[in-house]
């Protein structure tokens, strides 16, 4: 019995051959474990080793794998490519990114972002690490655990229809990283960031299309992030236009 | 070509380059430090790690227990003044951790919570639910950014070490957005690259595992210690080599056999009881479980399946909420890629590769035999491991000694002289040689190729049980492959992310990595922790108690020598678990 095979069609793009991306479709077998990451291996140690993306763990934590899979975001070393039957599969860089070269994008603008919200507990006396831990109770640390799931993979990014508009916005991930920090029971550092984060291209491009939520594969919640962050900038407005001399 | 001057390189973001680049930039904030990474370092590989990281914190529990559990697991080959320090160390730096907003789980009243692990007394193994590593390195990562004036070269690849006047002056790398070739001067250096477990085919290992840098270590003239010490872990998924922490036994699952029976109290590991007994059973060392593996399935009671004898990792009677609470990655990671949901079924797991002891030779503060150069984390060997690492003293080791090597290389680079404009040279010699590669075309076999067949080679002759002769078949195999490496060929000729060019260079790593293993092994005729040798069943303290130390001979040759480990207070004594000691 011969084997069951599928077609791959990568958008390829190599700058210094091509001005133009262009499509490159290959047959790799279909078998029953495999990964569309395992296809994209297939291709590269067998048939051809020009063909350039990312990727490290094969479990879905590093976060390296994001393409776009028959035009959705997805971390390719957690779909099936016997889901994708009968083909051709067809592989792109990830939206929203400058594409360096075949499927490998420049992710270097959310780098950036993620440094500008400060992600990292802020405080204004920091306890000496002799005196112990912070207590944080088990439904304190419920209350940021979710955001602290991101893996950075930009899947929610590359569906943001206002980041493809918008490269200003500080977008999905960092939002949700910044929130992370703010729930935290240890930190202090929630105004600091609102200052950064009420800023135009922070939250308020937002208009919660919520795509960013429904391809997370760690269902992070972006979006929810967000929204939750909007509500807190407002009420901090209300309450400075009502109680300007007080303490906020 | 370019060249850029800074104080200190750190090579690798992972764990231990991180908390190094934290340490460099706490002990001496003056200093310019660079991390140079081949990868972003939210994707190193620190990230999978899933049970938890050692560090004493009970009132029943003492340092010296810790300490004990380490060496005894490590069959007496672990240097025991790193020990003391290590396990002394550890709450300070697991404290730090949560500082900076790592999100251990916790007890109801708001303490870190503990869990059991492997070969562990006491309750000491912190956990941020079953992905730790991953909370981790990305508290770090976070932490990091933080330090405004660490220099971030994301996506490098360091191919070579500039080493001059007896001294480590910084190193090359390729930015594999443009194929440039950079001259990065330093007056210290730290290695934090991580291990090599992509020496073989069947691993948990990352894709980027590739001992990068005890291949460049080696070739500067360090010795890599203990390298015939391979960590095999005992339950890997079958045909991806996905790992199933040990926290799932730690919580209280169970393994059994093809008949349904818990197999390992007929290993000497104790009696079977319903509820986790420490030090016992499925609560013992990763050697001795990943051994019984091998006889259980010799004796023919292990499962068939189309990718190897399994057995069953069984955590049905944890129930739901306890694995959704404890082990939420466990049944993520078995629903993905097993098609099984862990509650109802059973796992199927067999041995993997998982983790080096061995590495790069360390002192205390990180320092290697090459003056300038310093290395922490898996790619070191300090040694708190000896022949056998336990589960959750890892996470642990990237802090402790990251910072301390962190520490140490500010010390050094306060009081170094700037790197020599003369080492320019060998970096103008590694751009042409890369330059010659991607320029060789047509003849030749494929970078993938020879990988194959160096892993195949690999778990042929240098797995669980090794011989002699199958060692030496191994030896001649690698040799072969460094020959035909030498007239390997790339498709890509392309200077723009290159990662097949990336492949050739780590190819290279695993070669010389692989020739040191099979050479240390051949050397240790005895068995020892994680090296069992079937020629020579027993271990034999009066021949080899004792550090292989391997040396890069004058021809290119493996030189494997002997060096005392060094006992504080803990004699050599017999391996207990799951019964008392005789006394």
Redesign the interface.
């Known amino acids: 019995m011969s084997e069951t095979t599928i077609e791959i069609a990568v958008r390829r793009y190599?700058?210094?051959?091509e001005v133009e991306p262009s499509w490159q479709s290959y047959e790799v077998p279909c078998r029953r474990?495999w990964m569309v990451l395992d296809g994209l291996n297939w291709i590269?140690?067998?048939l051809?080793?020009?063909l350039?993306?990312?990727?490290?763990?094969?479990?879905?934590?590093?976060?390296?794998c994001g393409m776009m899979v028959n035009g959705d975001p997805t971390l390719t070393c957690?779909a099936y490519l016997k889901d994708l039957l009968p083909g051709p599969v067809r592989v792109e860089p990830l939206r929203g990114f400058p594409v360096?070269?075949?499927l490998?994008v420049?992710?270097?603008d959310f780098?950036a972002k993620?440094?500008s919200v400060?992600?990292?507990?802020v405080r204004a006396i920091?306890?000496s690490?002799?005196d112990?831990?912070?207590?944080?109770?088990?439904e304190?640390?419920a209350d940021?655990?979710q955001y602290?799931?991101?893996?950075?993979c930009l899947l929610c990014y590359s569906a943001c229809p206002i980041y493809a508009l918008e490269p200003e916005f500080v977008g999905p991930a960092a939002l949700a990283?910044a929130q992370r920090?703010n729930l935290?029971s240890?930190?202090e550092g929630a105004a600091e960031r609102m200052e950064i984060l009420s800023q135009h291209e922070g939250i308020w491009s937002c208009t919660f299309v919520g795509e960013c939520s429904v391809v997370c594969p760690k269902h992070v919640d972006p979006a929810g992030a967000i929204q939750r962050y909007k509500l807190d900038a407002a009420a901090d407005w209300v309450r400075s236009v009502l109680l300007p001399w007080g303490k906020r | 070509m370019d060249s850029t001057t800074h104080d200190v390189l750190v090579l690798g973001a992972g764990g231990a380059g991180l908390r190094a680049a934290i340490a460099l930039s706490e002990a001496a904030p003056q200093l310019d430090v660079a991390v140079v990474s081949k990868?972003?370092p939210?994707?190193?590989?620190t990230?999978?790690a899933e049970g938890g990281a050692a560090a004493v914190v009970q009132a029943d529990d003492s340092f010296d227990a810790h300490a004990y559990d380490t060496i005894s697991g490590g069959d007496w080959l672990c240097d025991q003044d790193a020990v003391e320090l290590f396990v002394q160390e550890a709450p300070?730096?697991m404290?730090?951790l949560?500082?900076?907003?790592c999100?251990?789980?916790?007890?109801?009243?708001?303490?870190?919570a503990v869990r059991p692990f492997g070969g562990m007394v006491r309750e000491r193994t912190w956990y941020a639910a079953d992905?730790t590593g991953?909370?981790l390195l990305?508290s770090l990562y976070?932490?990091a950014?933080?330090h405004e004036r660490l220099t971030w070269y994301?996506e490098w690849f360091v191919s070579r070490l500039l080493v001059a006047d007896g001294r480590c002056q910084g190193a090359v790398a390729i930015e594999l957005?443009t194929g440039k070739v950079h001259a990065l001067m330093a007056r210290a250096v730290i290695l934090a690259t991580g291990g090599c477990g992509r020496v073989f085919a069947f691993t948990t290992n990352?894709?980027?595992k590739t001992g990068d840098g005890m291949a460049l270590a080696y070739r500067a003239g360090a010795a890599l210690k203990d390298m015939e010490f391979m960590q095999y872990h005992p339950t890997g998924l079958p045909?991806?080599g996905?790992?199933i922490t040990e926290a799932a036994r730690s919580e209280g699952g169970w393994l059994l056999n093809k008949d349904g029976y818990r197999y390992l109290q007929d290993y000497d590991l104790g009696k079977p009881e319903a509820k986790p007994v420490k030090r016992a059973m499925e609560l013992g060392p990763r050697d001795r479980l990943s051994q019984a593996f091998v006889k259980e399935h010799e004796k023919g009671r292990t499962i068939a399946t189309e990718h190897g004898h399994v057995v069953h990792l069984d955590i049905r009677h944890l129930g739901e909420r306890t694995i959704d609470s404890k082990l939420p990655f466990v049944r993520?990671?078995c629903r993905?890629?097993e098609n099984l949901d862990p509650v109802r079924e059973m796992i199927r797991v067999r041995p993997v590769v998982h983790y080096m002891m061995g590495g790069v030779a360390t002192d205390l503060d990180g320092a290697t035999e090459l003056p300038g150069l310093f290395a922490a984390g898996e790619v070191a060997c300090v040694s708190i491991n000896g022949a056998n690492r336990l589960g959750s003293n890892s996470l642990t080791e990237l802090l402790v000694f990251g910072a301390r090597a962190g520490a140490a290389a500010a010390r050094w680079a306060l009081a170094a002289a700037p790197p020599q404009p003369g080492v320019l040279t060998q970096a103008f010699a590694e751009e042409r040689r890369i330059g010659d590669q991607l320029a060789r075309a047509g003849g030749g076999e494929?970078?993938?190729?020879l990988r194959?067949e160096l892993q195949e080679a690999m778990e042929a002759g240098a797995g669980i049980y090794r011989d002699e002769l199958g060692l030496r078949r191994a030896a001649a195999r690698v040799a072969e492959l460094r020959e035909r490496f030498g007239s390997a060929r790339?498709?890509?000729a392309?200077?723009?992310?290159?990662?097949?060019l990336v492949a050739w260079l780590e190819l290279d790593c695993l070669i010389d990595v692989a020739g040191a293993m099979i050479a240390s092994a051949l050397a240790r005729r005895e068995s020892r922790g994680a090296h069992q040798r079937s020629d020579f069943p027993a271990r034999d303290d009066e021949r080899f108690l004792a550090h292989s130390m391997a040396r890069r001979g004058a021809g290119g040759e493996v030189e494997v020598a002997l060096a005392p480990v060094t006992i504080t207070r803990w004699l050599p004594g017999e391996r207990v678990y799951g019964r008392e000691k005789d006394s």
């Open positions: 190599r700058p210094e051959v474990e590269k140690d067998r051809d080793g020009t350039s993306y990312r990727w490290a763990c094969r479990m879905g934590v590093c976060g390296s957690a360096v070269r075949d490998v420049d992710i270097s780098v993620l440094a400060k992600p990292w507990i920091e306890k690490p002799d112990g831990e912070y207590l944080q109770t088990p304190q640390l940021y655990k602290s799931m991101c893996i950075n990283l920090y935290d240890r930190d | 990868v972003y939210m994707r190193s590989h990230v999978a300070r730096e404290t730090l949560e500082h900076w907003g999100p251990w789980s916790r007890t109801p009243e708001g303490r870190v992905k991953f909370h990305h976070q932490t950014l933080r994301d957005a990352a894709n980027i045909f991806t996905i790992l993520e990671l993905k890629y494929r970078v993938a190729t194959r790339l498709d890509d392309s200077l723009t992310f290159n990662t097949e």
